[in-house]
């Protein structure tokens, strides 16, 4: 009972706090320019043109396609600069 009338009387507090401090945020010129800086985000973010599902589908396939083929060419080098190294230039295997 003792540490919820704490906990209580702390939210109350930190609410009173934040309250206290939003007006002055608000109105402050660093908290218009971030409002202000908001606003133009979604503002920007209303003009883009997004991708319809069958594009981002197609996009995605092409991607995981480059990043397999890319996969093999690394280890198939790897592989190869492994043949080399060790078998034939310093002859370990």
Do not use: H, N
Request: with cysteine.
């Amino acid at each position: 009972s003792a540490s919820l009338r704490r906990s209580t009387f702390f939210l109350d507090r930190t609410t009173f706090a934040c309250e206290s401090r939003r007006s002055s945020a608000w109105t402050s010129a660093l908290g218009q320019s971030f409002i202000g800086f908001a606003r133009e985000s979604v503002r920007e973010t209303k003009k883009v043109v997004w991708p319809s599902r069958k594009e981002a589908m197609q996009l995605t396939g092409v991607v995981f396609g480059f990043v397999f083929i890319m996969a093999l060419f690394l280890w198939g080098t790897d592989k190869l600069l492994e043949v080399v190294l060790y078998d034939l230039i310093l002859g370990w295997r």
